[in-house]
């Protein structure tokens, strides 16, 4: 079976489960960047950190703030020693 997409469970931060029954401990590689100058890639191939602060203060800025980017974010930040 596929595993194009993926949900979170309520109460379950922490893995990304599939239609098959199969999941994955979330990584950063699960979000992709929907806009700007890193549009379409996956935040685990990003490696500007000066972006990526950007785009976490931007994305704290919005009311109400989308977890799911600020969790991949911080991830992706401590992977980079940032």
Same mark, same amino acid.
């Given at each position: 079976?596929?595993? $194009?997409?993926? &949900?979170?469970?309520?109460? *379950? $931060? &922490?893995? #990304?489960?599939? @239609? $098959?029954?199969?999941? @994955?401990? +979330?990584?950063? &590689? &699960? ?11 996956? #935040?685990? *191939?990003?490696? $500007? ?5 950007? +785009?976490?203060?931007?994305? @704290?800025?919005?009311?109400?703030? *989308?977890?799911?980017? !600020?969790?991949? #974010?911080?991830?992706? +930040?401590? @992977? +980079?020693? !940032?």
């Amino acid at each position: 079976m596929s595993k $194009d997409w993926g &949900h979170m469970k309520l109460g *379950d $931060d &922490h893995r #990304i489960f599939y @239609e $098959d029954g199969s999941y @994955e401990v +979330l990584k950063p &590689h &699960h979000f992709v960047v929907p806009f700007g100058k890193y549009k379409d890639m996956k #935040i685990s *191939d990003i490696q $500007d950190t000066s972006y990526l602060k950007w +785009l976490k203060t931007s994305n @704290e800025e919005k009311k109400p703030i *989308d977890w799911f980017m !600020a969790k991949i #974010i911080d991830m992706r +930040l401590k @992977e +980079l020693g !940032a």
